[in-house]
């Protein structure tokens, strides 16, 4: 069985379109027997402790789907949000430590309404949803914060931001995307490459085996978890040397964030594979969402694309072709590409000090 190769550690789990890396065969058999026994329950004990966050949050909303955190300081302004992966791992992913933390950089740089999704992991009667229901979810949060946000969407959170904004644009004021897999054939990674060749067949059975969900800790187990301490210090963008107390403390909160997992609705994974990276419907114009076609170049908001340049989970490419597919006009287009792998993106050291502070002060400009 291949793994993804790249310099990224085998942390690809986290990227969960990954599981087209194996054969057909090889999810039908040394998958479920190796990995997952006789059984494809999802309701065994789970371990790891889910990770808490570098800084402290109040919950604004629960819903069956998601948790809106409220990280807010001022009462006054256009409120963010914080759209994270709906994919293997939590949403620490953009507060995952002291120095390594999206929201704090955010914070700091002065964005003063600070919002984030919590998506929660599915249960059982959860295995249905679909993209539409998560986009509505999305809509009631944005609601309860006022209606107007800039939103800000990582990774697999990007393309379900640009989503909603081509839906809701009215609610949208700015939108940021860094790590966004967009227009998938504008340049493939190995991943997109083997989610768009593999027949679908082979991911029904991975959701099949999860009685209707992709069980998280299945992936994790069928990934490996063996994270490395190069791969982690080069992700975080720390200066601290292995083996050090403070290298290790961040090692550890680290992987206590890489361990615990998601479990996904299966009809929600299955139709991310199938319309965005097999028939890469949002860029080709045929995205239905809640009824409505998805029409980019009838999309005018200003935009910032965060791009990694050794990103080989989302190729840099896959993100940027948004500014020619959507309405907007070049002097409200910006975008960059950061000298960091993917993780580095969103918890990389350097790249928060660098790169979103200048995103900060790019959405607090006024139009």
Not at 254 to 269: E, R, V
Request: charged share 20%; net charge negative; hydrophobic share 45%.
């Amino acid at each position: 069985m291949d793994r993804y190769p790249g310099g990224q550690f085998p942390y690809a789990a986290f990227f969960w379109p990954a599981l087209a890396a194996a054969s057909a065969g090889e999810i039908a058999s040394s998958f479920a027997a190796h990995f997952l026994g006789s059984s494809g329950d999802a309701d065994g004990d789970r371990t790891p402790q889910e990770p808490e966050g570098a800084t402290p949050s109040k919950i604004a909303l629960e819903l069956h789907s998601v948790r809106l955190r409220d990280f807010t300081t001022v009462k006054s302004g256009v409120p963010t949000l914080l759209c994270t992966p709906l994919a293997l791992h939590g949403a620490t992913l953009a507060d995952l430590a002291a120095g390594h933390s999206l929201v704090a950089a955010l914070r700091d740089a002065g964005i003063g309404r600070l919002f984030m999704t919590d998506w929660r992991s599915a249960s059982a009667d959860m295995r249905f949803l679909g993209i539409d229901e998560y986009l509505a979810d999305l809509n009631v949060l944005v609601d309860r914060v006022g209606g107007l946000v800039d939103l800000i969407g990582l990774c697999q959170g990007g393309w379900l931001s640009l989503v909603y904004a081509g839906r809701f644009p009215a609610k949208v004021r700015k939108l940021i995307m860094a790590g966004a897999p967009i227009d998938i054939a504008a340049r493939q990674s190995s991943l997109s490459a083997l989610a768009r060749g593999d027949p679908l067949i082979m991911f029904q059975s991975l959701v099949n085996l999860g009685n209707g969900r992709v069980i998280g800790r299945n992936l994790a187990k069928f990934w490996g978890n063996d994270t490395d301490a190069n791969g982690i210090r080069e992700s975080l963008q720390t200066l601290q040397p292995i083996g050090s107390s403070e290298f290790t403390q961040l090692e550890a909160i680290f992987k206590n964030w890489n361990s615990w997992t998601i479990d996904l609705p299966g009809t929600y994974y299955l139709e991310v594979i199938e319309k965005l990276y097999r028939r890469n419907e949002l860029a080709g114009g045929s995205f239905v969402a809640l009824g409505q076609k998805i029409d980019l170049s009838r999309l005018r908001l200003p935009m910032y694309l965060l791009a990694g340049s050794a990103d080989e989970v989302v190729a840099p490419e896959q993100l940027l072709a948004v500014e020619r597919l959507v309405g907007t006009q070049p002097e409200y287009l910006r975008h960059e590409v950061a000298p960091c792998n993917h993780l580095g993106l969103f918890m990389g050291k350097r790249t928060l000090e660098e790169y979103w502070p200048r995103i900060a002060r790019w959405m607090k400009e006024v139009d």
